[in-house]
């Protein structure tokens, strides 16, 4: 069983800068490919960027390539999202998500586990 906790949310302006981590615990992350979600109020949870337990090549989605930068460190058994240039469109509740896959699946539904979420507001 892997316990995730997702922190580094919060109300920034456009433009603006966050920084995400997610902090396992239970079992090593070193195994597990990662992603990010997200959620905005009516709308479906979308893949935002996964990365394998290697740390190579990650995929990111079309809407957040060049801003956003996925990094983990196995060492310390969490993820990170840094997030850069941000729009009021990427306001949502942002998730993190193992999976056992060796692939980067983008389907929330192929993920074992999930965070409880943290709060991205994007406005000014």
């Known amino acids: 069983q892997v316990q995730l906790v997702e922190s580094g949310g919060g109300l920034v302006q456009p433009g603006g800068s966050l920084r995400l981590a997610c902090a396992a615990s239970?079992?090593?992350?070193?195994?597990?490919?990662m992603g990010w979600f997200r959620q905005a109020p009516e709308k479906e949870r979308e893949f935002v960027v996964g990365?394998?337990?290697?740390?190579?090549?990650?995929y990111y989605a079309d809407s957040v390539k060049g801003r956003f930068i996925i990094s983990r460190d196995n060492t310390r058994n969490t993820l990170y999202l840094q997030m850069n240039s941000l729009k009021p469109e990427d306001t949502a509740v942002y998730y993190c998500a193992a999976t056992s896959s060796i692939t980067i699946p983008t389907s929330s539904n192929r993920y074992d586990y999930w965070g409880q979420g943290t709060q991205v507001t994007v406005s000014s």
């Open positions: 239970g079992r090593t992350l070193s195994t597990y490919a």
């Open positions: 990365i394998r337990w290697s740390g190579y090549m990650p």
